[in-house]
């Protein structure tokens, strides 16, 4: 059991803070909110002070894309395509060449540890990761013992044709990838798999069919960029004569839930779709950004009733895999693209990041109550710019908390950082022997 014990700040949502509670924890899960005696403390139980600390759900990073943990700090004058061609695309050809010539997958089990110690580092509990099918890459959370899901990408056109794997290939490939990791290891779930179309026009109508089959076969999420930038929506206009969410509903692929990612350039009558299908934006503010993709609508998504959760995306467009940047970003973006400081609040973004990204990446996480998994992080408002006298709690987070003012995280009911040492793996060893393989990939 663990014990957080007198907590100053439980921050058990974006609307409800509670003061001076203990936190005791059974297993994976929250057992109890309130007091605990101290006679009810075994030798047993790990007990960790609450004192002076804000205790509040783990950040949900519903898109990323892990490779990219080895391409940070590269190129920031190019839009999408121009980018993917220049950045990313020479390293996947590198990884995938040697992948498919001598089976070296080293590399994926490395940037995933890379990506997940970041994450945690920052108060990151659970992701999407739409990345390249390779086995070290799921196999490294676990051991770390972060909660991820493997959205990984599936194309079959648009890109170069050395990064296409035959149909068949890639149908056995990915149906392996959901019978060897939806919801493993068997007696305490943290990896889950979705359904990654890379974008609908990298996927031809017949394998967006085939996903959606298999999505019903398996019961699996599905998450696909969608209009991220002008560009896709003019190619996506020229190709199938609509734009790209009215493209997947005109052939059925929104009878599912599914994870629209970026959705900058969504049309006011796909928003209205959007609400009417169950479809989930993931807002990427710091990418779209760097990227100069636009500012997506998320105040008229909200007042469709769009649900919106917050992705990073990967740190070749972001930089960083940094919740608390990203929530002030994407939270002071919405204001001063539409002139309004009332646009979108630092609740609304905090939801965002923590219970929408839960039932979004279908966890049952995202508040802070009895019977909850026990994802949870704890944070030390003490340096000076978290200094707060009397001011609410949420907003000092989004506007002023930084990723190293977490200080312990607890996943699934285990402490996999205190004191903000990861407890599971050795991080040095881990950043030496990355740097060293990430260097034969030039």
Known sequence: MILIQQITTLVRDADRVEHGVDLLINGNRIVRIGRVEPVEISPETTVISGKGRIVAPGFINAHTHLYQSLLKGRRDDVPLVSWCEQVTFPFVRAVLDRLWKSGDAEIGYLWSMLGAIEMIKSGITAFIDMDMNLPGVPQAWCDIGIRGIAAMSLVDQWVPNDFITAPEKLREDTLKLIEDWNQKPDEDPLVQVFLGPSAPFTCSEGLLSWILEQAERYDLGIQTHVSETSWEVEHSLETVGKTPLAYLDSIEFLSRPLLAVHGVHLTDEEIELAAERRTTVVYNPKSNMKLGSGIAPIVKMRRAGVEVALGTDGTASNDLLDPFEEMRVG???????????????????????????????????????????????????SEAHMFNLGGEVIPALVYCAKGSDVKTVIINGRVVMRDRTITTVDERAILREAKKVGETYG
């Open 331 to 381: 939270v002071l973006l919405q204001k001063v693209a539409g002139e309004d400081p009332t646009a979108l609040s630092a609740r609304e973004i905090f939801r965002s990041a923590t219970a929408v990204g839960a039932r979004a990446c279908r966890i049952d996480a995202g508040t802070i109550d009895v019977g909850k998994l026990a994802d949870l992080i704890v944070i030390d408002p």
